[in-house]
């Protein structure tokens, strides 16, 4: 069983910066976080991936967040970050924490917070 917990959202001007925060809390230590990842989920959209991040360190980024955002990982801590620059309008959205656990291949989601951009 894996919780997750997001912080970090809030309202800021395009252009602006935010840092977003997941912090995994596992009941069973020999249960590992494969893959945490950030999903976003805008009013009427399907929620979409963000970026993600191995436990090996390899990271994938989806278009729109290339050269903008920035994920990473601290495996000691069970925490996933991601450092939002230049943001848009439409980069208004709600943020959700995913993690996926290995060997079961379980998806967790944290709760998700809101992300705002105004002009």
């Known amino acids: 069983q894996v919780q997750l917990k997001e912080s970090g959202g809030g309202l800021v001007r395009t252009g602006g910066s935010l840092r977003l925060s997941c912090r995994a809390s596992r009941s069973h230590s020999d249960v590992a976080i494969a893959l945490m990842s950030w999903y976003r989920q805008a009013p009427g959209n399907q929620r979409e991936l963000v970026a993600d991040?191995?436990?090996?360190?390899?990271?994938d980024y989806a278009e729109f967040a290339k050269g903008r955002f920035t994920i990473s990982r601290d495996m000691t801590e069970d925490t996933v970050t991601l450092e939002m620059n230049d943001l848009k309008v439409e980069d208004t959205a709600v943020y959700y924490c995913?993690?996926?656990?290995?060997?079961?291949?379980?998806?967790?989601w944290g709760q998700g917070t809101q992300v705002t951009v105004v002009s």
């Open positions: 991040c191995t436990r090996g360190d390899v990271r």
């Open positions: 995913h993690g996926r656990t290995y060997p079961d291949l379980r998806d967790y």
